[in-house]
């Protein structure tokens, strides 16, 4: 009884992180990035666009980073109360993994082995990775993994925003916190950027590689949401 209690009330406390990291850094990228690829594009090209870029790093520190911070919370000691939230927790510690092992070809970005010929026969970009062999390995996890974000991070905070009765239901120890809301709204804002430039089939482009900078999003909210999970399991034990 105490445990649902305490359920129906993680969504009514104030999640202690700073706005630096959950507002104003998601905002102040984007518009450098933005700043960026419109004023300086051969600096974009030359240190954003590249395998070894400041985008591709952050795609394999932000995902090791939250596979880290997965992994700590499966072991909080709240949890045994919750087996079915370490399993959850251990899919997104394993989904992080995958990603920062397929942004790097699994290590071949930086150490530079040739790609076995049988595999280069499979794989059309010639790398060591399953993203480039199949779409189930890479359109349609990027597909599953925005509409999580879209209706954890857009939708559920508006119906949280003008309909809170859903705070009863025990899954909502789960569901993203409303800080996650700023990070989620950039990304689609890019996603819409890079359809209004293929829909009006101009040569300008407000972002370059708009789906990389969206991709930085994405692994921003997997972390946000991850240390966001984490106060609300300590404000349990209160």
Known sequence: MQANSNQSQLNEIEIPISAIWWLYLPILFG?????IAQFAPGFYQNWLESEQSLLEILHIFVPVTSCILAIRIIFHPMLNSFPWIKVWLGMIALGSV???????????????????????????QNETNLHNVSSWFDQKP????????????????IYRKFLPIYKSIPLSIILPANLCFPTAIVSEIVRVSEKLVELFEVSYFIFYRASEVQETYFYWF???????????IENLLR
């Open 142 to 157: 990027r597909l599953l993994l925005e509409a999580g974000i879209i209706v954890g991070g857009i939708l559920i905070p």
């Open 222 to 232: 997997i972390l946000l949401y991850l240390l966001a999970l984490k106060r609300k």
């Open 31 to 35: 518009l450098l990035l933005l700043a």
């Open 98 to 124: 995958y990603i920062a092992g397929e942004e790097t070809s699994w290590g071949q970005h930086f150490l530079n082995w040739d790609t076995p010929s049988y595999w280069s026969t499979l794989n059309d």
